[in-house]
């Protein structure tokens, strides 16, 4: 479309239309956006397995507390939690935490 040839008025209402446009897209991807994140929980809950590394682990304590010795402090986190943060599930397997457990791979 060639738009130098718009008139000011016909310009402005095909901004309008267009803001209206990017408005309704944006309803749409954050709709989207929430629907994903249900989705992600549903499917953590029914598979909780983290992988580090090569190594696939299970999740088989849904809910426990850390002591963080650099903070001094306890902390509670979820199955959740660790599904969604790798340097959490890494410190847990350093530490030889009961929390994950090792899935075998099948030879």
Request: aromatic share 4%; proline share 2%; charged share 40%.
């Amino acid at each position: 479309m060639d738009y130098s040839k718009l008139s000011a008025e016909e310009l402005v209402k095909l901004l309008q239309e267009k803001d209206e446009q990017i408005k309704t897209s944006e309803e749409v991807i954050g709709e989207l956006q929430t629907e994903l994140t249900a989705k992600e929980d549903e499917i953590m809950e029914l598979s909780p397995i983290v992988k580090v590394g090569k190594d696939s682990y299970e999740v088989v304590i849904p809910v426990f507390n850390l002591y963080d010795k650099d903070e001094n402090k306890i902390t509670e986190y979820t199955a959740k939690d660790v599904l969604k943060d790798n340097e959490l599930a890494a410190k847990l397997i350093k530490q030889g935490s009961g929390v994950l457990r090792k899935i075998e791979k099948k030879k």
